[in-house]
């Protein structure tokens, strides 16, 4: 369980710089350069998704049961991932109507996901790692709101071509991973 929380204050502290130290960041950007900031970022972030990575797999060999969720929550948690992955998808895909409306797609994503994966686990290891990815999104998305309206950010309008893009490229990545790479990746078949 240490090397899971280890890695969960690694990745997701850095991750949090924006939410608490905007200016510190800021600050430290300008001093060691945008080149070293970015190549300090990415071996801490590393570091920090390996350390949750292996944290976990040793957590799921003496799983503590927190509580037993009921089968339904499987199916909840099964359409929740593929409004992530539209989610998601709405970060990369130009001129949809969610990133338009919403402004931070990825963030809902990883919330959205979060909590899927939050309602359908019952260990202690699922609890912390999507509790804590939970909490973290939920933070990033209000002070990236409240950034936005700060500097009056403007978000492109969206297009039909491009909402259904983006639903249609959200559906079909959902399908590919719950089908054949969640089970290799993570060790679960979630159907």
Same mark, same amino acid.
């Given at each position: 369980?240490?090397?899971? !929380?280890?890695?969960? *204050? ?12 905007? +200016? ?7 001093? *060691? ?6 190549? &300090? ?21 003496? =799983?503590?049961?927190?509580?037993? =969720?009921?089968?339904?929550?499987? $199916? ?17 895909? =130009?001129?949809?109507? !969610?990133?338009?409306?919403?402004? $931070? =797609? &990825? ?17 202690? $290891? +699922? ?7 939970? #909490? ?11 950034? +936005? ?7 492109? #309008? ?20 719950? &089908?054949?790479? $969640? ?9």
């Amino acid at each position: 369980m240490t090397i899971l !929380i280890l890695g969960l *204050i690694l990745f997701l502290g850095l991750h949090s710089i924006r939410i608490f130290a905007e +200016d510190w960041r800021n600050a430290a950007r300008a001093r *060691i350069g945008l080149l070293a900031w970015r190549a &300090m970022y990415s071996v801490v972030s590393i570091t920090g998704f390996l350390l949750i990575v292996w944290g976990y797999s040793l957590c799921r060999e003496a =799983p503590v049961v927190i509580w037993t =969720p009921p089968p339904a929550t499987r $199916h909840i948690a099964a359409l929740l991932a593929v409004i992530a992955f539209i989610f998601i998808a709405a970060a990369y895909v =130009p001129r949809n109507g !969610i990133k338009a409306r919403l402004h $931070h =797609p &990825m963030t809902l994503g990883v919330k959205t996901w979060a909590l899927a994966h939050l309602i359908a686990n019952g260990t202690l $290891h +699922d609890i912390l790692l999507f509790g804590g990815f939970l #909490a973290w999104a939920i933070l990033l998305y209000r002070a990236s709101r409240k950034r +936005d309206a700060a500097q009056g950010t403007a978000y492109a #309008a969206g297009s039909v071509t491009g909402t259904a893009a983006t639903i249609a490229a959200g559906i079909a990545s959902a399908g590919v991973f719950a &089908m054949w790479l $969640h089970a290799p990746l993570i060790g679960v078949r979630p159907f």
